[in-house]
Nanobody, 124 residues
Framework: QVQLVESGGDTVQAGSSLRLSCQLS????????LAWFRRAPGKEREFVAS????????AYADSVKGRFTISRDNARNTVALQMSSLKPEDTAVYYC?????????????????WGQGTQVTVSS
């Protein structure tokens, strides 16, 4: 089991920056992939970014590429999502997910473990 706890969500104005953090605990293995997904009201959960826990391979959704940066701190067991140039369409609940093994990182079904989510609201 892997436990995930997100933090850092807030209400900000368009153009602002925000940093989300995901604290991992439990059975943290070398084959984990960690990802951020988001769900806007009335929409499906969508992929935002992912990072392989050991090798550090990173992927981004096209909608956030160049604005968001995912990083991990293996010593502190955290994964962060640095968000800049925020837009109202970035408003969503952001979830941290963890998957074991070699998986399609952009598919939410790949992830076995999820946090409770943290709300990000971007006002225009």
């Amino acid at each position: 089991q892997v436990q995930l706890v997100e933090s850092g969500g807030d209400t900000v104005q368009a153009g602002s920056s925000l940093r989300l953090s995901c604290q991992l605990s439990g059975s943290i293995s070398d084959d984990l992939t960690l990802a951020w997904f988001r769900r806007a009201p009335g929409k499906e959960r969508e992929f935002v970014a992912s990072v392989a826990w050991t090798v550090g391979t990173i992927a981004y959704a096209d909608s956030v590429k160049g604005r968001f940066t995912i990083s991990r701190d293996n010593a502190r067991n955290t994964v962060a999502l640095q968000m800049s140039s925020l837009k109202p369409e970035d408003t969503a609940v952001y979830y941290c997910g963890a998957a074991r093994g070699w998986v399609p990182v952009r598919a939410s079904a790949s992830y076995n473990y999820w946090g409770q989510g943290t709300q990000v609201t971007v006002s225009s």
